[in-house]
């Protein structure tokens, strides 16, 4: 699962380069980026800084060996940051040019992120606003549906990046997912490595991983479905990942490859953002792809064949306002900034 940070950032009332300190104000785009979900909240990136350009690179010491060997949600979480950073950039009146692996001969550099003085947009302050009020809710939806139009809506604004976001309305797919979904849980669940390397992120003292207080679980949440990481703690067998009012969206490639898996995450980040603004939120499921046997699955019996999934969504509304919800910490710029 992927987590968050709410933020006090706000755009300068500038429209010209030199108004605004550029050191400060790249510090300050950077901080508004390292609040993009990430897979157990491992914020997998670094960021380097130069006069024009930010450079995002891979930070292999956060990758999960056992579910993503590959690197597959660690590129992911950094794209969602890469896009995260080309918002707050665009929201402190900075236009951005990417460069993603732009260095066959540096693989763990992702991007280059050039800066050129650009108008402050006037919906900056939203932009700002749907990056701090983004978060990962794990507590149960409402009954209501999403309809089908506002899962079309959703696709439509990420699709812009590259990726293909495929909404599952038709319902013999949503049950063919939903199977998938079950399967890939009861799989992980009899893995004990799969549960010591998600149990080695709950809970900690530094400024990573997930707190007990953000998986909420209390006497009133008993019978609702259980989410990886109370499994982890509680050992329920209670593992239904979807319900039936739940909306269902796979992020998917027409290839597998690095900077395939880099655009599914600016992709989930840009539909996650439209998301957050438009009151729905958001729970993604990277099991489904984390396991072998349910992606090929997914790829053959859901999707046709005709993509590579990268990442499933659960899309629905909460009961309850995001704003009671505790957010999960983050690192702060001198642990991410690197010389």
């Not at 500038?14 to 400060?24: A, F, I, S």
Request: aromatic share 4%.
């Amino acid at each position: 699962m992927f987590a968050d940070q709410p933020s006090t950032d706000r755009p300068p009332d500038v429209t010209r380069e030199g108004e605004l300190d550029r050191p400060e104000a790249m510090r300050r785009i950077v901080r508004a980026a390292c609040r993009a979900p990430s897979v157990h909240n491992t914020q997998p990136w670094t960021w380097r800084l130069d006069r024009h350009a930010i450079e995002l690179r891979a930070d292999r010491s956060r990758q999960l060996p056992v579910t993503d060997p590959t690197g597959r949600n660690l590129t992911i979480s950094c794209g969602g940051a890469l896009h995260h950073l080309q918002v707050a950039a665009s929201a402190f009146g900075y236009a951005t040019e990417v460069e993603r692996l732009p260095d066959p001969e540096q693989p763990e550099v992702f991007a280059r992120v050039t800066l050129s003085p650009a108008t402050v947009p006037a919906d900056a302050s939203a932009r700002l606003a749907a990056m701090a009020d983004r978060c990962t809710d794990r507590r149960r939806f409402t009954s209501w549906p999403i309809p089908d139009v506002r899962l079309e809506a959703l696709a439509d604004h990420a699709r812009r990046l590259g990726a293909s976001v495929i909404p599952l309305t038709a319902p013999g797919l949503r049950i063919r997912a939903e199977l998938l979904v079950n399967r890939a849980l009861e799989i992980q669940r009899r893995q004990p490595e799969v549960a010591a390397e998600v149990a080695g992120w709950i809970d900690h003292v530094r400024p990573d991983g997930v707190p007990l207080g953000v998986l909420g679980q209390d006497d009133s949440d008993r019978g609702r479905r259980a989410t990886r990481f109370e499994e982890r703690l509680s050992g329920s067998s209670d593992q239904a990942g979807v319900e039936g009012t739940d909306g269902l969206i796979v992020i998917a490639t027409g290839v597998d490859r690095p900077i395939a898996w880099l655009q599914a995450g600016e992709a989930t980040s840009a539909l996650w953002l439209h998301a957050t603004a438009t009151g729905l939120s958001v729970v993604p499921l990277s099991q489904i792809v984390e396991v072998d046997e349910t992606r090929e699955s997914l790829k053959h019996d859901v999707l046709q064949d005709a993509a590579n999934p990268q990442l499933m969504l659960r899309i629905g509304w909460q009961e309850i306002g995001r704003a009671t919800l505790p957010r999960t910490p983050r690192r702060g710029l001198a642990q991410v900034l690197v010389p």
